[in-house]
C-alpha cells in the first residue's frame, strides 16, 4: 500500500493560536480525507478532498495533488480541536483507505 | 440520517476464545470496511465487503474473517484470540458508486484479551 507521513507528530498550542498540520503520500491518491478522532476513538470526518480547498469554519485543507501532499489549517485554536489528526487516502484501483501515524495536537487554555 | 453503527462498545475476552463485532452502515450506504486500530497507531485495514462479498483484504491472518448480510450490516469474526488482537476496531461504510468515495466510520468497539 501507500505510505502516508503525517507532520509534526506532536503540536502543542495555546487557545487562539493558528498551526498548519501536513500530510505527505508516496504514492498519487484518488481519495484524501482529514479524520479528527475525539477521546472516546470515533473517527470524525474534517474533509474529503482529494484536490484544491475547502473550509469549514475555522478549518480549512488544501490537496495540492500533483505534489502528493496535503496540508489541515486550524485557526483560532480552541481547546475542543484538541484530539488526534489523521489523514488518510484511497491510491488508484485500490479500495482501501491508508493512514498516517497522526498528529496529536493538544491546545491549552 | 442514521449514522455508523457498531456493537458492542466494550468487550473482554481471554486468550483462546472467539469473538464477533457487528456494524450498521450508515443509511444508503451499501459497502463496509473493516479497521484495527492498536494504541497510539493509525488504522490498518483488515477487510471489505460489498453484495455480500469480501472485495479486499489487507495483511491479517485468516483468524480474522467477516460476513455481510442482505439488509448490508456486518460481522467481523476472530478467531484464537490473541494478546496482540486487543486493539479499537472500526467500521467504515461507503457507497460503491465510485471506489473513491468519501468513507464514514463508527465509535467502534474497544477489544480487550487478556
Known amino acids: 500500500g501507500i505510505q502516508v507521513e503525517q507532520s509534526p507528530p506532536d503540536l502543542i498550542l495555546q487557545e487562539g493560536a493558528n498551526s498548519t498540520l501536513r500530510c505527505n503520500f508516496s504514492?498519487?491518491?484518488?481519495?484524501l480525507q482529514w479524520f479528527h478522532q475525539n477521546p472516546w476513538g470515533q473517527l470524525i470526518n474534517l474533509f474529503y478532498?482529494?484536490?484544491g480547498t475547502k473550509q469549514n469554519g475555522r478549518l480549512s485543507a488544501t490537496t495540492v495533488a500533483t505534489e502528493r501532499y496535503s496540508l489541515l489549517y486550524i485557526s483560532s485554536s480552541q481547546t475542543t480541536d484538541s484530539g488526534v489528526y489523521f489523514c488518510?487516502?484511497?491510491?488508484?484501483?485500490?479500495?482501501?483507505?491508508?493512514f498516517g501515524a497522526g498528529t496529536t495536537v493538544t491546545v491549552r487554555a | 440520517d442514521a449514522g455508523v453503527t457498531q456493537s458492542p462498545t466494550h468487550l473482554i475476552k481471554t486468550r483462546g476464545q472467539q469473538v464477533t463485532l457487528r456494524c450498521s452502515p450508515k443509511?444508503?450506504?451499501?459497502?463496509v470496511s473493516w479497521y484495527q486500530q492498536a494504541l497510539g497507531q493509525g488504522p490498518q485495514f483488515i477487510f471489505q465487503?460489498?453484495?455480500?462479498?469480501?472485495?479486499q483484504r489487507g495483511n491479517f491472518p485468516d483468524r480474522f474473517s467477516g460476513h455481510q448480510f442482505p439488509n448490508y450490516s456486518s460481522e467481523l469474526n476472530v478467531n484464537a484470540l490473541l494478546l496482540g488482537d486487543s486493539a479499537l476496531y472500526l467500521c467504515?461504510?461507503?457507497?460503491?458508486?465510485?471506489?473513491?468515495?468519501?468513507?464514514?466510520f463508527g465509535p467502534g468497539t474497544r477489544l480487550t484479551v487478556l
Open positions: 467504515a461504510s461507503t457507497l460503491a458508486g465510485d471506489r473513491y468515495n468519501e468513507q464514514f
Open positions: 504514492d498519487s491518491v484518488n481519495n
Open positions: 478532498i482529494p484536490s
Open positions: 488518510a487516502g484511497i491510491r488508484s484501483n485500490d479500495y482501501k483507505l491508508s
Open positions: 443509511s444508503g450506504h451499501d459497502t
Open positions: 465487503y460489498y453484495e455480500e462479498e469480501e472485495r
